[in-house]
């Protein structure tokens, strides 16, 4: 059965920094594009950051970059994000997801985990 399980979520203060991680079941990440999006409450779901197989190219949404840092552990089957400087507005569920042809089009989800922003 295949698997992506999010963690690192909770309660952040404006400014601070937390990791989230994906961790892969019955699935080789390395095979996949990696991808984080987010959904704030009572808003669509949007694109955050897409890494390459081989982690070399990553992608960020204009509202994260220079923020947020996207990687991988293909050995330990893991992704990564690293949020840093964190505003209210980033304040969503996280969701990691598979792309194995690096297209755009998720093979895998995972279930997300949330991120608040709050003093």
């Known amino acids: 059965q295949v698997q992506l399980v999010e963690s690192g979520g909770g309660l952040v203060q404006p400014g601070g920094s937390t990791r989230l991680s994906c961790t892969g079941s019955?699935?080789?990440?390395?095979?996949?594009?990696m991808n984080w999006f987010r959904q704030a409450p009572g808003k669509e779901r949007e694109f955050v950051s897409t890494?390459?197989?081989?982690?070399?190219?990553?992608f960020y949404a204009d509202s994260v970059r220079l923020r947020f840092t996207a990687s991988r552990d293909n050995a330990n089957n893991k992704a990564y994000l690293q949020m840093n400087n964190l505003k209210p507005d980033d304040t969503a569920v996280y969701y990691c997801?598979?792309?194995?042809?690096?297209?755009?089009?998720?093979?895998?989800w995972g279930k997300g985990t949330l991120v608040t922003v709050s003093s």
């Open positions: 019955g699935l080789t990440l390395a095979e996949y594009a």
């Open positions: 997801a598979a792309d194995r042809d690096d297209n755009g089009l998720m093979d895998y």
């Open positions: 890494t390459s197989w081989s982690g070399d190219k990553t």
